[in-house]
């Protein structure tokens, strides 16, 4: 879709940690006028916006039809699902919410020929993966999150290859941002201890000290996403998820970092059922071939991110 198409864009699952950063950084480029936000919550807090607020629960397709129509949308950022710690306290839920969700918004697509953008995550690798993931390497999760992200890749795939739908997506790290508390992944903790170290400058973080993950910057992930969602149709090899290059540390050393701009912050490290998850999970991502076909490149190391973080939640 060229700069010279007027865009109108649907969000689902918009109230999300990445939700409302997308909205401000869409709002910002095609105007507030532009973007139809949704979510199965309520909310008030997009009045002063000017953008439009609609509840709508992605499972349900009339619903879905009729705002497509209405709204005479050409683009989609599906972003409604349900994370990896809580889709593991429900599993059937996660696969619902994240499967037929995406189906919904696939088989409209078919119909009414709009773009789609759709996140995967590093939760895709599995144990067998090592520190570093590959675009090609193997895809054997073991959370049913993980498992309901490998299957929207394929199945983004198949829509395209088949019935021609221009579907992207990008396999997201844990992603750090200060506006929206996460809404329970495994990386929560990598939000969290900022929040308590300015608010108490005490933290009990849940994953063990040298727990390294792949993670970003929101700033980087919603350019990635803008960046993806621009490009030309024939430049791009993948459609269910493609790799990002991601920061890695442990969280040992993010807390030592912190500790630099906050002198006293103390944080001790308690693991619970979520390290799980995390072990499972690659430490860095390989993301060469964003930066090949779309120009992807990363602005925000730790100490940037971390500058920025306390910053921003210290005001
Ligand atoms: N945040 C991360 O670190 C991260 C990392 C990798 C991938 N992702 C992916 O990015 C997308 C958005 O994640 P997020 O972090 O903003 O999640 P989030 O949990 O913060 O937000 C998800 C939103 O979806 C809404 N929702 C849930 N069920 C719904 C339904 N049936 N209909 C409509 N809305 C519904 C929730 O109310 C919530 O506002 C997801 O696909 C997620 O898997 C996120």
């Known amino acids: 879709m060229g700069e010279t198409i007027e865009r109108r864009i649907l969000v689902t699952g918009a109230l999300g940690q990445i939700g409302i950063e997308l909205l401000n950084a869409l709002s910002n480029k095609f105007g507030p006028e532009s973007i139809v936000a949704t979510d199965i919550r309520e909310t008030d807090k997009l009045e002063d916006t000017g953008i439009r607020f609609l509840k709508l629960d992605v499972l349900d397709l009339e619903k879905l039809e009729s705002l497509i129509k209405e709204f005479k949308i050409n683009e989609v950022y599906h972003l409604a699902a349900i994370l990896s710690a809580a889709g593991e306290k429900n599993p059937e839920l996660c696969w619902k919410i994240n499967m037929d969700g995406l189906l919904n918004v696939l088989e409209l697509s078919r119909k009414y020929k709009f ?4 996140p995967s995550s590093i939760a895709v690798f599995g144990s067998d993966v090592g520190n570093l993931a590959f675009q090609n390497s193997p895809l054997n999760p073991s959370t049913i ?12 795939e198949y829509y395209h290859s088949v019935h021609g739908v221009d579907i992207r997506g990008l396999r997201y790290p844990g992603l750090i941002s200060w506006k929206v508390m996460p809404g329970g992944g495994t990386t929560d903790y990598a939000v969290e201890i900022f929040h308590e170290a300015i608010s108490s400058k005490k933290y009990t973080c849940f994953v063990e000290k040298d727990t390294r993950l792949p993670m970003m910057y929101m700033d980087d992930a919603i350019r990635a996403t803008l960046q ?7 430049n791009l090899t993948i459609r269910g998820g493609y790799n990002l290059p991601s920061l890695n540390f442990t969280a040992e050393e993010l807390s030592q970092k912190i500790q630099e701009k906050i002198p006293g912050f103390e944080c001790a490290f308690v693991p619970d059922h979520r390290q799980e998850y995390a072990n499972t999970w690659p430490d860095e ?4 071939l964003s930066e090949l076909e779309w120009g992807f490149k990363l602005e925000y190391d730790l100490d940037l991110m971390c500058t920025k973080m306390i910053e921003s939640l210290s005001k």
């Open 285 to 288: 991502t390989d993301g060469t």
């Open 145 to 156: 999150y993980g498992v309901t992200k490998v299957a929207g890749e394929l199945i983004s």
């Open 228 to 234: 993806l969602m621009d490009a030309p149709s024939e």
């Open 115 to 118: 773009r789609i953008f759709t």
